[in-house]
């Protein structure tokens, strides 16, 4: 084979230097070019052999990917894309997941063309879109306070989520309020009641009750007090950082601005009438503030005991208008904690009743409905969706952030699922003096099995049993974790 090689490239030789020389030219030239074909050949070949760590090589070992390779771009994982396909709705949290939620759903919808907010999109995942479960037309039931105007005072500010902000909200209006080391909220009352929640910080509270007992107290975050309507009051921010809390109203209706103001009330009196009242000389009352200070910055209070008035005609009011919410024991379940304040444990709160839950991710505060009161819902931590169920085929489905505010009138059916990677805080209100829900599980637990199961599993023995399995002697919980999770 040698020798015939030999011969063949001799040979070739030979010919080659008998070919005219633009034609010896023409040839090197072809040989040249197949000589360069082969050498990118080569490096190609070897840029193909896997490199240790590459992301080719790993996924040949079976290794997951950095995750400066992977992406959520495929259509089998980015749920908004028109090859997604989830027939159980599943939840999405496109905040957590930075996702873009696109109108796509089981193969149906489109991309968007004209003007579009990715990031309200991304807080309402459920609006843009729906569940397929979704039916009818039901009004919006969520505000934030983020879109609620903010009155900002000398070392405070306030905020507020009414029937204007939310036309939904009609038992209930809201207050955020932020009050710096000193900063008073000044003497006022209100024809409301006011139940308030301390979100962050301490504050000093004062009070005179119907009887002319005085009331004072220092509270912390997780706190609560309630004034009933009429009693006045004060607020005081204590500690490096002073407070913030939400204040809750028994009338929808009601505005901040609508405060009886002591500031105000003298500043629309005459000076001898205010002299007469106080036994004293008109000329004490020259500079009197002209207009109401409503949040400023006062001095920095001493202890309780240092400031609580003294005398023969001072006492101590009787009633309790503060409560440790937080401090309570909670009730543990599957997926959470529930705590409950009413007036069966704090017996002043007439007309305000509460709930304040953990929900751990993945958790459910379960399917129920409340048969007293409209829910008034404040999002503290955490990232929700919420479906409302309003009969006659009615459901929509809203998605809650921090700060947010949702509305669930009395009796509509509903759950509240954390689709978020933190636990979800969150307080439920009410215009009542007893914290009142009905279980779906409990409800149908206790029902005759045989009513159960004829009208959800007719056609469908074998989960008919797996389903009575599961609610036989039904035990509440409130927060489920549900089988996914467990």
Not at 364 to 389: C, K, Q, Y
């Amino acid at each position: 084979m040698s020798c015939l090689n030999s011969i063949s490239r001799s040979a070739s030789s030979s010919q080659f230097s008998r070919l005219p020389d633009h034609q010896q030219s023409r040839t090197t030239l072809t040989k040249m070019r197949f000589t360069g074909s082969l050498l990118a050949l080569g490096i190609a070949l070897v840029s193909a052999v896997p490199l240790q760590d590459s992301p080719r090589q790993r996924l040949l070992d079976g290794k997951p990917l950095p995750s400066k390779y992977r992406t959520r771009s495929l259509n089998i994982t980015n749920p908004y894309t028109p090859s997604y396909r989830d027939p159980y709705d599943s939840a999405v949290d496109s905040v957590g997941e930075g996702l873009d939620p696109l109108p796509f759903r089981n193969g149906k919808g489109a991309t968007v063309l004209g003007p579009w907010n990715k990031d309200r999109s991304r807080q309402d995942p459920d609006l843009v879109r729906p569940p397929s479960t979704d039916h009818g037309t039901l009004p919006s039931l969520r505000w934030s306070f983020a879109d609620s105007h903010i009155r900002i005072e000398e070392g405070g500010w306030t905020r507020q989520t009414t029937v204007r902000e939310l036309p939904t909200s009609v038992e209930l209006a809201g207050v955020n309020m932020r009050l710096e080391k000193g900063v008073i909220r000044e003497l006022h009352w209100h024809k409301e009641a006011e139940w308030g929640y301390v979100l962050e910080g301490n504050v000093r509270v004062t009070a005179l009750d119907y009887e002319g007992g005085n009331f004072i107290d220092d509270l912390e975050k997780g706190d609560l007090w309630y004034f009933p309507s009429g009693i006045p009051h004060s607020l005081q921010g204590l500690g490096d950082n002073g407070t913030e809390f939400l204040l809750i109203f028994d009338d929808g209706s009601f505005s901040e601005e609508s405060t009886f103001l002591l500031t105000d009330w003298l500043a629309h009196t005459p000076k001898s009438v205010i002299a007469k009242n106080f036994h004293l000389a008109p000329e004490i009352f020259a500079h009197l503030p002209e207009k109401e200070k409503y949040i400023f910055q006062g001095s920095q209070p001493g202890s309780i005991d240092q400031e609580r008035p003294e005398g023969s005609n001072i006492k101590k009011s009787k009633y309790q208008f503060t409560h440790k919410m937080l401090a309570q024991d909670p009730k543990i379940t599957s997926g959470g904690e529930v705590r409950i304040t009413d007036s069966k444990n704090f017996p002043i709160s007439k007309t305000v009743a509460a709930a304040h839950l953990i929900i751990e991710p993945g958790a459910l505060r379960e399917m129920h409905w409340h048969p007293n009161a409209d829910e008034w819902s404040f999002f503290i931590s955490g990232r929700a969706r919420v479906t409302v169920f309003a009969s006659q085929g009615n459901a929509r489905t809203f998605n809650y952030m921090p700060g947010d505010v949702g509305i669930v009138p009395r009796n509509m059916g509903h759950f509240v699922e954390n689709i978020g990677d933190e636990p979800l805080v969150m307080l439920e209100i009410f215009r009542a003096d007893e914290f009142l829900d009905i279980s779906l599980f409990q409800w149908l637990g206790e029902t005759p099995q045989r009513q159960v199961a004829d009208t959800l599993f007719s056609d469908d023995k074998e989960a008919r049993q797996k389903f009575l399995d599961a609610i036989k002697d039904p035990k509440r919980d409130e927060v489920s974790k549900g089988p996914e999770a467990q």
